[in-house]
């Protein structure tokens, strides 16, 4: 009997989905091959210690989460959200105490288990979607308090303040749209998320202003960012790193400094760019094996423009298109939800995939500001690999569940 | 909505892709190209220079130097950071390496790298030396595409030393260069010039290479004159380099045009002979001597003393050397046979002798009186010109050969100033012999067109040779044509140009000997007096040139002192012997010039002599071995 409920569900599959992630993880492979091939200490690491032999097993270690995701039911699981949404926010203030820092310039993200960097961030993002969807399946009247709405405010809160003290700028951003388009879609007013939307929005442009144009020392700089990140807005949005009043030996090291800082970005737009229309083919990029994308990010946070240079636009498009078919499988899923939890728990998975894919290709195209934000399947990384493909499991936990009642 | 948003974000980035992979790719492409290509500009194998007879007067030798390759050395060049890192963190615990601190001590490990296989290596081939920081530096930061080099021309048995012990070992490679040499020193020093280090390229070149290896520019001589030619065209190789400068792969995108090979008309052998005798014309002589063939202007040797090794000018002279060789009073580089303009003194006596003849204001058998000196009240007033040549009767040999002053300012002034300057205009004097572009002077002599300033006394001057300068060249081309009975020609240097590899009979940049410049339309009758006085000069135990004589091979010649002047103090003398020989079918024009030498027929005369009894045994070896040639034949 337990058989042939297995059976069933099988038969459930969204099968575009389940493609489109075949697809994301075999580009993942294969770029993650070429872009660390070109690195001669990388070539004469032993088979199992390549970087591309890793991604595979992280992603069959996902795909082992996803298949025992589906064992339960996403009700049963939203149960246990409480737990593991404190439990992530205990770790993102465990990291702050012993996380380690990696090529991030003095940020703590990461806690070393040995065989396995873990990236709490990443994580609280998995707990947060459970916790707040959870937290909105509740009568439509009780979304019109105020005070519920706060709560969830809080709820948001919480762990981007944690995150931003790692710091980590964009993944704490990113907490933001996927729990706006949550509430959106659980029915909270549309007039509370229009307020705090425009709140929200004004307290960035505050930033900005204040970042770009105020004095660094003066008292008007309300908002202390670390010089990294200050820098990585001003190189966005093309400020001159010199002061006004700049002698010509300050104007020089800013200039420099301002090189530096804006060096990856110039990197991987000259590898988007350069792939033109078709690209230069699998592992004929050169880019990033003459060293000029740093080879520390050319397989995590900028594997796409590995993709773009060597496979071209039509590369970039296909990649596009797959995430895509993603995205909008996460929506369908969501509009066939039975439940609000469902409908919720979907549209912030698809929110949370879809802000990543916009920050990061946005970023290597300079559309958006640098930020460690990874490609979901594509970029390097156990954490993010897990949590993408945990995400995604929520996806097919809600589609598989959607006619069980 | 969500859809929506999500729509919209994709577009977003659709667009966002497709300017800048499709609208702006030509751009990053250029980029991408600039950060990762350099184009390094690889000089041609510069063409040899031979003599008329295949012997080598200039050529390049394989220098074998010792190169370190940056690349190759990264692995240590890192191990050596970590070493030095290591070494800070132990002696300042807690302090973290960054900045500019970073850079040097980076740079020190690379220099202490660098320098221990440099003095590891050149300890072992027994020349320890120490590597030069500053210059490493210097090169890793411009170009550590570009091998390093750390010991140039290594001898024989170093090169057996590095072979045997540093063969495969990992960045260090020895490597060849080519090395202009010019195997006879000093000899044709002038005529072939010297080269020297210019590594940019020239402006027609295709491509705008940043980078250059070592390359040379004639700078006189041949070598400058033909520098074209002799350096070929330089190829371009691409080297594709990485983030940090290091060279990955190259490519060769233009490949080395070899230069052409250069035959001059001069033979070695006299060249030899003739520097060897006007070497020998006094102490510290100062002089040309030239030898031309007067059947077809052909430049069989040209010498100028002092001469000066242009084997010293690739490596590079210091400004002692070179201010050495500049003496103002004893230039070595000077090259006397084509840019010292003299007086000629009594040698232009020959053109004088050409218009009285021609302006018949003279016979060769009219006698004249000379008291020992030229004074004449109604034709100069009361100025005496003074006689070398003894009182008495002379006719027009006698002049010649005692070089009577008296006689021919007498018979000059009678054929005038007109005539004068139209023969000597005739033989091109005051204008360049053509034989090299740039590289020789015009002397000063008048025009016919302006003659004003000449009064009756310069005149009187020109008529024995003052007032006026000539190169040594110029009048070798005139004795030439005297000798040929009026061919004027122009003198030929280049035989040919050779492509390496292809036949000289396929080959179409031959320069034609004996290019007519002009028929001077001389009378055969005044030509065979002059002639006659030319061989009475040095046959007649009363000549001036009579230390010219060679037994069997009868020579023609006119000796010359002219005065330099300093206001009408005589300062210094110019000494001068004209030849042709053998008289009966004249073959070689020799001419001799020195500076401060006591009499043409005391200082020049013998050199001339020794020129051709030099000329006279390389022809005697020469049927010699052709003989034995058509004997095996």
């Known amino acids: 009997m337990y058989e042939a409920k297995l059976n069933e569900r099988k038969s459930f599959l969204d099968w575009p989905l389940v493609l489109a992630l075949l697809g994301l993880m075999f580009f993942g492979t294969a770029f993650i091959y070429s872009a660390s091939f070109a690195n001669e200490s990388a070539r004469t690491l032993s088979w199992f210690k390549q970087l591309y032999v890793k991604q595979i097993i992280w992603y069959q270690i996902?795909?082992?989460?996803?298949?025992?995701?589906?064992?339960?039911?996403?009700?049963?699981?939203?149960?246990?959200?409480?737990?593991?949404?404190?439990?992530?926010?205990?770790?993102?203030?465990?990291?702050?105490?012993?996380?380690?820092?990696?090529?991030?310039?003095?940020?703590?993200?990461?806690?070393?288990?040995?065989?396995?960097?873990?990236?709490?961030?990443?994580?609280?993002?998995?707990?947060?979607?459970?916790?707040?969807?959870?937290?909105?399946?509740?009568?439509?009247?009780?979304?019109?308090?105020?005070?519920?709405?706060?709560?969830?405010?809080?709820?948001?809160?919480?762990?981007?303040?944690?995150?931003?003290?790692?710091?980590?700028?964009?993944?704490?951003?990113?907490?933001?749209?996927?729990?706006?388009?949550?509430?959106?879609?659980?029915?909270?007013?549309?007039?509370?998320?229009?307020?705090?939307?425009?709140?929200?929005?004004?307290?960035?442009?505050?930033?900005?202003?204040?970042?770009?144009?105020?004095?660094?020392?003066?008292?008007?700089?309300?908002?202390?960012?670390?010089?990294?990140?200050?820098?990585?807005?001003?190189?966005?949005?093309?400020?001159?790193?010199?002061?006004?009043?700049?002698?010509?030996?300050?104007?020089?090291?800013?200039?420099?400094?301002?090189?530096?800082?804006?060096?990856?970005?110039?990197?991987?737009l000259i590898s988007v760019g350069s792939g033109g229309l078709t690209g230069k083919g699998w592992r004929q990029g050169t880019q990033y094996s003459l060293g000029f994308l740093p080879r520390a990010v050319a397989h995590n946070d900028f594997i796409f423009s590995v993709i773009a240079e060597e496979e071209g636009f039509v590369g970039s498009v296909f990649v596009l298109t797959l995430y895509t078919v993603v995205l909008f499988s996460g929506i369908k899923i969501a509009s066939q939800a039975r439940d609000r939890l469902g409908k919720t728990l979907a549209v912030g998975v698809v929110a949370l995939l879809f802000s990543h894919i916009f920050i990061n290709i946005g970023m290597n195209i300079r559309l958006m500001p640098v930020t460690g934000i990874p490609l979901p399947l594509l970029s390097y990384g156990g954490s993010s690999v897990l949590c993408s493909l945990i995400a995604i499991g929520i996806l097919q936990n809600v589609h598989m569940y959607r006619r069980s009642y | 909505m969500v859809s929506f948003g999500v729509l919209a974000g994709l577009a977003v980035l659709l667009s966002g892709l497709w300017w800048v992979q499709i609208v702006s790719t030509n751009r990053y492409e250029e980029n991408l190209k600039n950060q990762s290509f350099r184009s390094v500009r690889v000089p041609a194998l510069r063409g040899k220079i031979v003599d008329r007879n295949n012997q080598s007067l200039a050529e390049n030798r394989p220098r074998f130097d010792v190169n370190i390759y940056l690349e190759d050395l990264r692995p240590q060049f890192s191990r050596e950071f970590s070493n030095a890192a290591r070494a800070f963190t132990n002696r300042f615990p807690g302090l973290k390496i960054r900045g500019t601190n970073l850079n040097e001590v980076n740079r020190d490990a690379r220099y202490r790298v660098a320098s221990n296989i440099t003095f590891q290596i050149t300890s072992k081939l027994q020349q320890p030396t120490i590597l030069d920081k500053a210059r490493f530096t210097t090169h890793y930061q411009r170009q550590p595409y570009i091998p390093f080099p750390i010991l140039q021309d290594l001898n024989q048995k170093q090169r057996a030393i590095f072979a045997e012990n540093f063969t495969g070992v990992m960045g260090v490679e020895m490597e060849i260069q080519p090395m202009r040499i010019y195997p006879n020193g000093t000899s044709a020093s002038h005529l072939l010039g010297y080269i020297q280090r210019h590594d940019e390229p020239a402006s027609d070149e295709e491509i705008a290479c940043k980078y250059y290896l070592p390359d040379f520019i004639g700078r006189t001589g041949v070598e400058a004159s033909f520098d074209n030619a002799l350096r070929g065209n330089a190829g371009v190789k691409s080297l594709l380099v990485n983030n940090a400068g290091y060279r990955q792969r190259e490519e060769i995108l233009n490949p080395t045009e070899p230069g052409k090979n250069l035959a001059l008309t001069i033979d070695l052998g006299i060249q030899?002979?003739?520097?060897?005798?006007?070497?020998?014309?006094?102490?510290?002589?100062?002089?040309?001597?030239?030898?031309?063939?007067?059947?077809?202007?052909?430049?069989?040797?040209?010498?100028?003393?002092?001469?000066?090794?242009?084997?010293?000018?690739?490596?590079?002279?210091?400004?002692?050397?070179?201010?050495?060789?500049?003496?103002?009073?004893?230039?070595?580089?000077?090259?006397?046979?084509?840019?010292?303009?003299?007086?000629?003194?009594?040698?232009?006596?020959?053109?004088?002798?050409?218009?009285?003849?021609?302006?018949?204001?003279?016979?060769?058998?009219?006698?004249?009186?000379?008291?020992?000196?030229?004074?004449?009240?109604?034709?100069?007033?009361?100025?005496?010109?003074?006689?070398?040549?003894?009182?008495?009767?002379?006719?027009?040999?006698?002049?010649?050969?005692?070089?009577?002053?008296?006689?021919?300012?007498?018979?000059?002034?009678?054929?005038?100033?007109?005539?004068?300057?139209?023969?000597?205009?005739?033989?091109?004097?005051?204008?360049?012999?053509?034989?090299?572009?740039?590289?020789?002077?015009?002397?000063?002599?008048?025009?016919?067109?302006?003659?004003?300033?000449?009064?009756?006394?310069?005149?009187?001057?020109?008529?024995?040779?003052?007032?006026?300068?000539?190169?040594?060249?110029?009048?070798?081309?005139?004795?030439?044509?005297?000798?040929?009975?009026?061919?004027?020609?122009?003198?030929?240097?280049?035989?040919?140009?050779?492509?390496?590899?292809?036949?000289?009979?396929?080959?179409?940049?031959?320069?034609?000997?004996?290019?007519?410049?002009?028929?001077?339309?001389?009378?055969p009758k005044h030509v065979g007096i002059i002639h006659q006085a030319m061989l009475a000069d040095v046959e007649n135990p009363e000549g001036s040139g009579t230390a010219a004589a060679v037994s069997g091979f009868r020579v023609a010649g006119k000796t010359g002192t002219a005065q330099v002047m300093k206001g009408r103090v005589v300062i210094d003398h110019i000494t001068w012997f004209v030849s042709f020989a053998p008289f009966e079918k004249p073959r070689y024009a020799v001419v001799v010039m020195v500076q401060s030498g006591t009499s043409g027929g005391g200082t020049c005369a013998p050199v001339a002599r020794k020129i051709y009894e030099a000329i006279l045994k390389i022809e005697k070896t020469k049927s010699a071995s052709s003989a034995t040639v058509a004997n095996r034949d």
């Open chain 1, 62 to 268: 996902g795909i082992g989460f996803v298949v025992a995701l589906c064992f339960f039911d996403y009700r049963t699981l939203s149960r246990w959200s409480i737990i593991g949404y404190w439990a992530t926010i205990l770790f993102l203030i465990l990291v702050l105490f012993i996380g380690t820092g990696g090529v991030s310039w003095g940020a703590r993200r990461w806690i070393n288990l040995g065989f396995f960097q873990f990236q709490p961030s990443e994580f609280a993002k998995i707990a947060f979607i459970f916790m707040l969807a959870n937290f909105l399946s509740r009568p439509v009247e009780e979304l019109r308090s105020h005070k519920l709405f706060f709560k969830a405010l809080g709820m948001i809160a919480l762990p981007f303040i944690l995150i931003l003290k790692e710091p980590d700028l964009g993944s704490a951003l990113v907490f933001f749209p996927v729990g706006l388009s949550m509430m959106f879609v659980a029915g909270v007013p549309v007039k509370y998320l229009a307020k705090f939307f425009g709140g929200v929005g004004l307290v960035i442009i505050l930033i900005v202003v204040d970042v770009l144009f105020v004095p660094v020392d003066s008292r008007w700089q309300i908002i202390k960012l670390e010089p990294y990140q200050r820098h990585r807005l001003m190189t966005y949005f093309g400020k001159d790193f010199a002061a006004k009043d700049a002698t010509p030996t300050e104007r020089k090291q800013a200039k420099l400094l301002q090189g530096a800082r804006s060096y990856n970005v110039e990197q991987s």
């Open chain 2, 272 to 523: 030899r002979a003739a520097e060897k005798a006007l070497a020998g014309a006094m102490v510290k002589v100062r002089g040309a001597a030239i030898v031309m063939d007067v059947r077809n202007g052909d430049i069989l040797a040209m010498a100028s003393a002092p001469s000066f090794d242009p084997n010293v000018f690739p490596t590079g002279v210091s400004t002692v050397e070179w201010e050495k060789l500049n003496d103002e009073n004893y230039s070595h580089i000077f090259n006397r046979a084509t840019y010292g303009e003299y007086a000629p003194g009594s040698v232009l006596k020959i053109l004088t002798a050409i218009a009285c003849f021609e302006n018949n204001v003279m016979t060769a058998s009219e006698t004249i009186n000379n008291p020992g000196y030229f004074y004449e009240p109604d034709v100069l007033g009361e100025r005496k010109i003074l006689d070398r040549a003894p009182p008495g009767e002379y006719n027009f040999q006698r002049a010649f050969i005692k070089s009577s002053n008296t006689y021919f300012v007498h018979f000059g002034l009678k054929a005038g100033l007109r005539k004068l300057v139209e023969v000597g205009e005739r033989f091109h004097l005051g204008e360049s012999t053509g034989i090299l572009p740039g590289e020789e002077r015009p002397g000063d002599y008048p025009h016919s067109d302006n003659l004003r300033a000449w009064t009756t006394g310069r005149v009187a001057n020109l008529c024995i040779g003052q007032e006026i300068t000539v190169t040594p060249l110029q009048i070798a081309v005139m004795t030439s044509a005297i000798a040929n009975g009026g061919k004027l020609f122009w003198p030929r240097i280049v035989k040919n140009l050779q492509t390496p590899g292809v036949e000289i009979e396929t080959e179409k940049n031959s320069f034609q000997p004996g290019i007519l410049r002009a028929d001077l339309h001389l009378n």
